[in-house]
């Protein structure tokens, strides 16, 4: 296995970041769920896991939707 950096978003419930998950999908935005690394307090137990080139993205796609988010979290991940 190897380290990779990665940006983790994470989320209030689990039902928000499967609805954040679905958008992303319908609209696009590249990632996927995945559970929450232990770096991070969190409101669930799953996040949101995307390259970090794409945090301004995210960040603007999300405030543009109104789509809340509990923080955006740049950690190095094994896999």
């Known amino acids: ?36 690394p232990r770096e991070i307090t969190a409101g669930c137990g799953l996040a949101f896991r995307t390259s970090p080139e794409e945090e301004t993205r995210f960040k603007h796609v999300f405030a543009a939707e109104g789509i809340e988010y509990e923080g955006m979290h740049t950690v190095e991940l094994w896999g």
């Not at 983790?8 to 958008?23: G, N, P, W």
């Not at 992303?24 to 769920?33: I, Q, V, Y």
């Open 1 to 36: 296995m190897r380290q990779k950096t990665a940006l983790v978003i994470a989320f209030a419930s689990t039902a928000h970041a499967m609805r954040e998950e679905a958008f992303c999908a319908a609209n696009g935005l590249p990632g996927r769920l995945i559970p929450v």
